[in-house]
T-cell receptor
Framework: GAGVSQSPSNKVTEKGKDVELRCDPISGHTALYWYRQSLGQGLEFLIYFQGNSAPDKSGLPSDRFSAERTGGSVSTLTIQRTQQEDSAVYLC????????????????FGDGTRLSIL | AQSVSQHNHHVILSEAASLELGCNYSYGGTVNLFWYVQYPGQHLQLLLKYFSGDPLVKGIKGFEAEFIKSKFSFNLRKPSVQWSDTAEYFCAVDSGTYKYIFGTGTRLKVLA
């Protein structure tokens, strides 16, 4: 079956430009997560969406980062005025909702977008 | 703050050798524990998970992990590795907040 789909797979852009990363979760998964994987570091939580609830944005590193999830499905992560330290792999994951009949659901990850800021 | 430590950053083994990758976490409450694997050029895949019950969990491809609550550990083991096990392995902890805390990963290279 279809897994989590992310696009683009690679993005190279100049410092100061804005970038938009897309995530299409597994059908039926109402929970969606964004993580960042920097060189030599573990995955860093960025943001969590669950259904129509207000997202948990507590992991976003600065106000240059924002994310939306339209229609409860596709999500976009936007980075404005990119900096070199934003270079990383951005991973999206989805799962069934936590804390429900589907409790303790593992997260399923996409292939990621490798972002390089020149 | 909660954290996950994977002490082995790089491991090199010959085929048929036994494997144990360490994972320790810092959180005193109930946790869900995971091992994910990322094969070269592929996405993160769930290897095994522990939610409750038997602390020895078995996953795919002959991997297993043991949850030792008193040691805050969830080490990954495999009795005999194969060349195809070459990958990066991540331990993750969920303290019930859905925000997985990941370790920095262990790169395993298995020599044929």
């Amino acid at each position: 079956g279809a897994g989590v789909s992310q696009s683009p797979s690679n993005k190279v852009t100049e410092k100061g430009k804005d970038v938009e990363l897309r995530c299409d979760p597994i059908s039926g998964h109402t929970a969606l997560y964004w993580y960042r994987q920097s060189l030599g570091q573990g995955l860093e939580f960025l943001i969590y969406f669950q259904g129509n609830s207000a997202p948990d944005k507590s992991g976003l590193p600065s106000d240059r980062f924002s994310a939306e999830r339209t229609g409860g499905s596709v999500s976009t992560l936007t980075i404005q005025r990119t900096q070199q330290e934003d270079s990383a792999v951005y991973l999206c994951a989805s799962s069934h909702p936590q804390g429900t009949a589907y409790s303790n659901q593992p997260q399923h990850f996409g292939d990621g977008t490798r972002l390089s800021i020149l | 703050a909660q954290s996950v430590s994977q002490h082995n950053h790089h491991v090199i083994l010959s085929e048929a050798a036994s494997l144990e990758l360490g994972c320790n976490y810092s959180y005193g409450g109930t946790v869900n524990l995971f091992w994910y694997v990322q094969y070269p050029g592929q996405h993160l895949q769930l290897l095994l998970k522990y939610f409750s019950g038997d602390p020895l969990v078995k996953g795919i491809k002959g991997f297993e992990a043991e949850f030792i609550k008193s040691k805050f550990s969830f080490n990954l083991r495999k009795p005999s590795v194969q060349w195809s096990d070459t990958a990066e392995y991540f331990c993750a902890v969920d303290s019930g907040t859905y925000k997985y805390i990941f370790g920095t990963g262990t790169r395993l290279k298995v020599l044929a």
